[in-house]
């Protein structure tokens, strides 16, 4: 179990990091000019923040399923795409249950989906920043 929270704790920190650092530059693509070009830049670098933290954790599910931590129940044999899927629906809180962790994974799924939740309020915060802009476009 310390294992997966330390894991879990690793993936946190990097995802807030790298998400906080995208929402900056994103920001300042916003900031000087909020034309709708610029809003859909800024957008399309927030998207590719939240593919990017997904994709951080299916390594992070991945890692924890080779060293012991746990599976996944309801699939054979998990690969790439699979681990990424199921990283996807967990960032996002969507929660479909198709595949789901066992053991210790699913100390790390909980954390995914609150640090997807974190992300997602922290990206709202800045659609909302550029919607009160106005659109000069």
């Known amino acids: 179990m310390l294992i997966a929270l330390l894991l879990s704790t690793v993936l946190f920190a990097g995802a807030i990091g790298s998400h906080l650092t995208f929402l900056r530059t994103a920001h300042r693509m916003v900031g000087g000019d909020p034309s709708l070009l610029n809003k859909l830049g800024a957008s399309l670098i927030v998207f590719l923040s939240h593919l990017l ?15 012991g931590l746990g599976g996944f129940d309801n ?63």
């Open 53 to 67: 933290i997904a994709g951080w954790f299916a390594i992070g599910f991945w890692v924890g399923a080779k060293w």
């Open 75 to 137: 699939i054979g044999g998990m690969g790439w795409m699979d681990y990424y899927d199921f990283s996807l629906v967990n960032v996002t809180t969507l929660g479909l249950g198709a595949i789901y962790p066992t053991q210790h994974l699913r100390v790390i799924a909980g954390i995914e989906a609150l640090t997807g939740f974190l992300l997602i309020s922290c990206s709202a915060q800045l659609f909302w920043s550029m919607m009160k802009k106005g659109d000069n476009s």
